[in-house]
């Protein structure tokens, strides 16, 4: 069974930064992708993040380019999510998810998701 468990979410104030966890199991780490998406009130989830299916490139949304950093540990089955630089517009539920063959980070082309976690950014 794919499971996926999210930590590291919070409060921080704007500027700040935060480092998001995703410890998965229940499939082979370099079958599958793995993106990191994220929700706020009132709007459609977004890819924030993604991995190719090459493993070789990260695809970031342009509003965290230069900010967020996609990272894997092949050796613990997680990934994790480091923001930098934190706005009070990347509050947001961030869910990670996988799938067998991905190349969109568009959360209609993911299978398994997490429960999430909640960022929130005071500024």
């Known amino acids: 069974e794919v499971q996926l468990v999210e930590s590291g979410g919070g409060l921080v104030q704007a500027g700040g930064s935060l480092r998001l966890s995703c410890a998965a199991s229940g499939f082979t780490f370099d079958d599958y992708v793995i993106g990191w998406f994220r929700q706020a009130p009132g709007k459609e989830r977004e890819g924030v993040a993604c991995?190719?299916?090459?493993?070789?490139?990260?695809n970031y949304a342009n509003s965290v380019k230069g900010r967020f950093t996609f990272s894997s540990d092949n050796a613990k089955n997680t990934v994790y999510l480091q923001m930098n630089s934190l706005k009070p517009e990347d509050a947001a539920v961030y869910y990670c998810?996988?799938?067998?063959?991905?190349?969109?980070?568009?959360?209609?082309?993911?299978?398994?998701w997490g429960q999430g976690t909640q960022v929130t950014v005071s500024s």
């Open positions: 991995l190719s299916s090459s493993h070789e490139i990260v």
């Open positions: 998810a996988a799938d067998q063959s991905s190349d969109l980070c568009s959360p209609y082309e993911y299978t398994y």
